[in-house]
């Protein structure tokens, strides 16, 4: 069964703060691995894209990492904002992509 | 403004009386997809669109049906809901599967 698993489930960190949180998947025949942020009762919001040969992507203060021999990716956030303050969550796209499998995120909370 | 748009926002209905999210894109994209996002369980994908009178069940379809008749429109169909059904639902799009996917705001969807 394909699955996407994210940890930790949830975070707190102080404001100016890096964070790293993980995603492993077991989705096989898999296509491309993506970041969203989801902030509370909106839409999620694309953050990386990475196919199978790529191993880094940055967007802005957001860089995402695959391991596709481990099937592990991280996503680190630099200098954490308050308004990074939202879930994260990681999507696997098996095969042609068309299907999805989504992690349960992980929220994270940026104080003062 | 390119977007994703969902109507209605929120609705509160009864077991049984058929219902229609509507979902309309104006980035002439050809893939569209439906979630649905439950507490603890993540996006789970209900149906997708690869492109006009192409459709495709995701993981979750039972109780649902959508049509393709034109690109920019994807409506979820219910044709007679039940409490099981209540939830948040989100609409996305994009150029194909492999691509960014935008999201609509969700509907979030009561049924009693």
């Known amino acids: 069964k394909n699955q996407v698993e994210q940890s930790p489930q949830s975070l707190i960190i102080l404001e100016g703060k890096n964070c790293t949180l993980q995603?492993?998947?077991?989705?096989?025949?898999?296509?491309?691995l993506r970041w969203y942020k989801q902030d509370t009762g909106r839409g999620p919001v694309s953050l990386t894209i990475?196919?199978?040969?790529?191993n880094t992507k940055s967007n802005g203060r957001y860089t995402a990492t695959l391991d596709a021999d481990t099937k592990q990716s991280s996503l680190h956030i630099t200098a954490s904002q308050l308004s990074d303050s939202a879930s994260y969550i990681c999507?696997?796209?098996?095969?042609?992509?068309?299907?999805?499998?989504f992690g349960t995120g992980t929220r994270l909370q940026v104080t003062l | 403004e390119a977007q994703v748009t969902q109507n209605p926002r929120y609705l509160i209905t009864v077991t049984g009386k058929k219902l229609t999210v509507t979902c309309s894109q104006n980035?002439?994209?050809?893939?569209m997809s439906w979630y649905r996002q439950d507490p603890g369980l993540g996006l789970r994908q209900i149906y997708y669109?690869?492109?006009?009178?192409?459709?495709d069940k995701g993981d979750v379809p039972e109780g649902y049906k959508v049509s393709r008749k034109e690109k920019r429109n994807f409506p979820l169909i219910l044709e007679s809901p039940s409490p099981n059904q209540t939830s948040l639902y989100f609409c996305?799009?994009?150029?194909?599967?492999?691509?960014?996917?935008?999201f609509g705001p969700g509907t979030r969807l009561t049924v009693l």
């Open positions: 995603c492993n998947y077991t989705v096989s025949p898999f296509s491309n």
């Open positions: 999507v696997v796209g098996g095969g042609t992509a068309s299907k999805l499998t």
């Open positions: 980035m002439n994209h050809e893939y």
């Open positions: 996305a799009s994009g150029t194909n599967s492999y691509n960014e996917q935008f």
């Open positions: 990475m196919t199978f040969s790529e």
């Open positions: 669109s690869m492109n006009v009178e192409v459709t």
